[in-house]
């Protein structure tokens, strides 16, 4: 007897609303069912798979040993049964392609492919910004179906999430031409710290390089101005701010009127990553616009 022909989608689904939500009463508002169907369908799960998934903590549940075990199996699968919609339905219109990138690299490096993308295809091109934090909040939530951010480190990485390498950036600093910085010459990060800096939030990748380095070498950062992209921190430094400190090209068009510095000794250098949740069916024209992404950025 086949186990899993007892198993539906709605099912799986609202277990994975109560272990997002946290609670059968906070799954049932989201899926607009009433708490006796969300918890009648938690039952027929825990008694198809003969274990407990959730133990009652006050008014909310907490996930068993088990139901983290279901919740990483399941989630993937259920983002590409939702995903085969797309795929079925791509001969028969035109769907829009939803892409999340932060706003240096859309004016400095994606603005020419996805035009040259969009001369060729009649799919509507909805575009955010988002920095890798909310890129990746963005994908998760089902309001993105690509993003492009600084790939996180091993430790970082997202189990739901599918990383795909683009092209590689340099940590830069940059400043007024006028500023004391420059005018040092010194590529020491004991320089860069006796300068105010305009960098990214905290939990940011770039933020979190520059953070371990300066830990290294034992020295505290003079944070100036904290910004969520790295055009906003461009434009922070070019109006005196302080040092901006960004992940990107040395002659990008935003820095240009800018002196700049590499960092890449100190603080390495990054790839951008195409992101998408695992399991996910790219349509035809989203494998076409990824990989001419790739090839136009490498």
Known sequence: MIKSQDLTIAHLQTFQLVMREGGYAAAARVCHLSVPSV???????EKLYGVELFQRVGRQVRP???AE????QVSSILVQIESTFDVVQQSSRDLPIRLVA???MMLEDLATPLAAFHKRHPNHLVIRQGNDRRAEELLMEDHADIAMALEPGLERKSPHLHYESAYTVEFLAVARRSHPYVKSRSSELAELARHP??????GTHGRDALDQ???????VAKIAVETDNSAFTIACASAGMGVGIVAGRSKGELSKK?????LSDKLGQRRIVLMWRKGRLLTDPMVELVEQLKAALT
């Open 213 to 219: 380095a300066f830990h290294r070498e034992g020295l």
């Open 258 to 262: 800018l002196a700049s510095r590499s």
């Open 69 to 72: 075990t279901l919740s990483q």
């Open 197 to 202: 800096l305009v960098v990214t939030l905290a």
């Open 102 to 104: 932060g706003a240096r």
């Open 64 to 66: 068993t040993e088990a």
């Open 39 to 45: 918890w009648q369908h938690i039952q027929a799960l």
